[in-house]
C-alpha cells in the first residue's frame, strides 16, 4: 500500500499549494466525508498524521481542518483497533507467557491517562500504534477517548501550519494554541504516569527487594 501511495504521487498532477483550499469548494457538501473518511484511510495506511493533517490544514483551513483531522483520527483509531483486534488478538492471547503476559495485564487495566501517554510517546506510527492496541486486551471506549484527547493538540497545531502554506497571513494563529498547551499537558501526563507506575512497581514487590 506504501508503494503503491508513492507511486501515485509520482504519476498524479498535485496541485500548487495556493490551489488547495479550491479543492474543498469543488467537492461540496461531501467534503467533510471525503476529508475524514481519506484521512482515515491514510493514517490505516502507516502515512504519518502529520501530514495528513498539514493536508486538511491546507485544504480547509486551521479550525476546520483541525477538526476534520481529528474525526479522521477517530475513525482511523477504530478501524485499526478492529482490525488488530479481528486477526491478532487471538494469536497473541493465546502466547503470552511472563512478561508480555504482565504487559497485556497492563493494558487491559489502562485509563484514559494511560492510553494518552502511549499516544504521546515517540513509539510508533498513529496507524501501527491502532493495530498494536486492537491485538491487546485494552478496552476499546477508554483507548477511543485517548486517542482522541492524545492527538488534539498537534491537530491544531499542524491544522494552522498547513493553513499558513495556502493563505500566509490569513491564518489566526491562537488556532495553534491548542498545541502549546497539549505540550505542557503531555509532558505532565508522562511525568505522572511515570510516578504512578513506579509505585505501584514498588507496592507489588516481593518483601525484602
Same mark, same amino acid.
Given at each position: 500500500m ?27 457538501p ?11 484511510l ?31 483520527a477517530?475513525?482511523?483509531? /477504530? &478501524? #485499526?483497533?478492529a482490525?488488530? =483486534? @479481528? %486477526?491478532g488478538r487471538?494469536?497473541?492471547?493465546e502466547r503470552?507467557? $511472563?512478561?508480555?503476559?504482565?504487559l ?7 485509563? /484514559? &491517562? #494511560?492510553?494518552?501517554?502511549? =499516544? @504521546? %510517546?515517540?513509539i ?7 493495530? $498494536? ?7 476499546v471506549?477508554?483507548y ?7 492527538s488534539?493538540?498537534?491537530a491544531?497545531?499542524?491544522?494552522a501550519v ?6 500566509p ?15 505542557v499537558?503531555?509532558?505532565v ?21
Amino acid at each position: 500500500m506504501l508503494a503503491g501511495f508513492g507511486l501515485l504521487l509520482l504519476v498524479v498532477p498535485l496541485p500548487a499549494p495556493g490551489e488547495l483550499p479550491s479543492l474543498a469548494e469543488r467537492l461540496g457538501p461531501v467534503a467533510p466525508v471525503a476529508a475524514i473518511a481519506g484521512g482515515a484511510l491514510l493514517l490505516v495506511a502507516l502515512v504519518p498524521r502529520t501530514f495528513v493533517t498539514l493536508a486538511t490544514g491546507a485544504v480547509f483551513g486551521p479550525l476546520t481542518g483541525a477538526l476534520y483531522a481529528l474525526g479522521a483520527a477517530l475513525l482511523a483509531a /477504530v &478501524l #485499526g483497533f478492529a482490525i488488530g =483486534r @479481528l %486477526l491478532g488478538r487471538e494469536f497473541v492471547a493465546e502466547r503470552v507467557r $511472563g512478561r508480555l503476559a504482565r504487559l497485556d495485564r497492563w493494558f487491559a487495566r489502562q485509563s /484514559v &491517562l #494511560g492510553v494518552m501517554t502511549v =499516544r @504521546l %510517546l515517540p513509539i510508533a506510527g498513529f496507524g501501527l500504534v491502532s493495530y $498494536g492496541y486492537g491485538t491487546t486486551a485494552a478496552r476499546v471506549l477508554p483507548y477511543l477517548v485517548g486517542s482522541v484527547l492524545a492527538s488534539a493538540p498537534t491537530a491544531f497545531g499542524y491544522a494552522a501550519v498547513g493553513a499558513s502554506v495556502t493563505t500566509p497571513g490569513g491564518v489566526d494563529w491562537y488556532a495553534a494554541a491548542p498545541a502549546a498547551l497539549g505540550l505542557v499537558a503531555s509532558a505532565v501526563l508522562v511525568a505522572r504516569w511515570w510516578r504512578a507506575e513506579r509505585g505501584r512497581a514498588a507496592d507489588t514487590s516481593p518483601p525484602g527487594r
